[in-house]
């Protein structure tokens, strides 16, 4: 009966993300259509969803022991699309807006380059990880990932409100600073996080065993 209740809300998580990607895909900034802001308001309700199923299916396999190599394989994977996937729609056109001088500004204060470095991370964590478990060496996921992933599941959704109270309102643009540091932050936190996967892949290929 429990068996495959985590592995679901894995799968459902991917499902929500579709979601997500759909509702936010019909929000534009510039756009004068009053019904802007319920997209804003339920892409975020949806993405808090998909993110508590994250939560959820880890734990209810730990606590039945029904772990599984389905589950190892899907939950980070649904986790990368979700919130890559976020970003990535954060740092889109939907949230871009040009001005008089031409320059571009992201009213989520996500930019193309901060993403390209979170997807960087994410692929190089992951070929260490498939070449070193490949050679049998356990290297599963610490802390510092945890706590990078919780972080940016945090941040999206406060985005979105944040635009949907407009940072470049003249009377806000304290917000949009808030929302630039935030951003910055999170790619800081991205690539620090990074750091503990590259040095235990370095004591692996010397032969030690790595810490976890």
Same mark, same amino acid.
């Given at each position: 009966?429990?068996?495959?209740?985590?592995?679901?809300?894995?799968? &459902?998580?991917?499902?929500?993300?579709?979601?997500?990607?759909?509702?936010?895909?019909?929000?534009?900034?510039?756009?004068?259509?009053?019904?802007?802001?319920?997209?804003?308001?339920? !892409?975020? /309700? #949806?993405?808090?969803?998909?993110?508590?199923?994250?939560? &959820?299916?880890?734990?209810?396999?730990?606590?039945?022991?029904? +772990?599984?190599?389905?589950?190892?394989?899907?939950?980070?994977?649904?986790?990368?699309?979700?919130?890559?996937?976020?970003?990535?729609?954060? /740092?889109?056109?939907?949230?871009?807006?040009?001005?008089?001088?031409? $320059?571009?500004? !992201?009213? !989520?204060?996500?930019?193309?380059?901060?993403? /390209?470095?979170?997807?960087?991370? +994410?692929?190089? #964590?992951?070929?260490?990880? @498939?070449? &070193? +478990?490949? !050679?049998? #060496?356990?290297?599963?996921?610490?802390?510092?990932?945890?706590?990078?992933?919780? &972080?940016?599941?945090?941040?999206?959704?406060?985005?979105?409100? $944040?635009?949907?109270?407009?940072?470049?309102?003249?009377?806000?643009?304290?917000?949009?600073?808030?929302?630039?540091?935030?951003?910055?932050?999170?790619? %800081?936190?991205?690539?620090?996080? @990074?750091?503990?996967?590259?040095?235990? %892949?370095?004591? %692996?290929?010397?032969?030690?065993?790595?810490?976890?």
């Amino acid at each position: 009966m429990y068996r495959h209740l985590p592995n679901q809300l894995t799968l &459902l998580r991917l499902l929500l993300a579709g979601v997500f990607f759909i509702t936010l895909n019909q929000y534009r900034y510039e756009s004068l259509d009053v019904t802007q802001g319920l997209w804003l308001w339920a !892409s975020a /309700a #949806v993405f808090i969803l998909a993110a508590l199923t994250d939560a &959820l299916d880890g734990y209810l396999a730990r606590k039945w022991h029904v +772990e599984s190599a389905f589950g190892r394989i899907m939950d980070p994977f649904c986790d990368k699309v979700l919130v890559l996937g976020a970003f990535i729609y954060l /740092a889109g056109p939907g949230f871009a807006v040009r001005t008089e001088t031409d $320059a571009i500004i !992201s009213v !989520s204060g996500v930019y193309p380059w901060m993403v /390209a470095v979170m997807l960087a991370r +994410e692929l190089l #964590v992951t070929g260490v990880r @498939g070449e &070193l +478990e490949g !050679s049998g #060496v356990q290297f599963g996921a610490n802390i510092f990932g945890k706590v990078k992933m919780v &972080l940016q599941s945090c941040a999206v959704p406060i985005i979105l409100v $944040a635009v949907w109270l407009d940072p470049l309102h003249p009377q806000r643009t304290w917000l949009h600073w808030v929302l630039l540091t935030m951003a910055y932050a999170l790619v %800081a936190i991205t690539l620090i996080s @990074g750091l503990p996967y590259i040095s235990q %892949a370095g004591k %692996a290929m010397k032969g030690e065993t790595p810490s976890t």
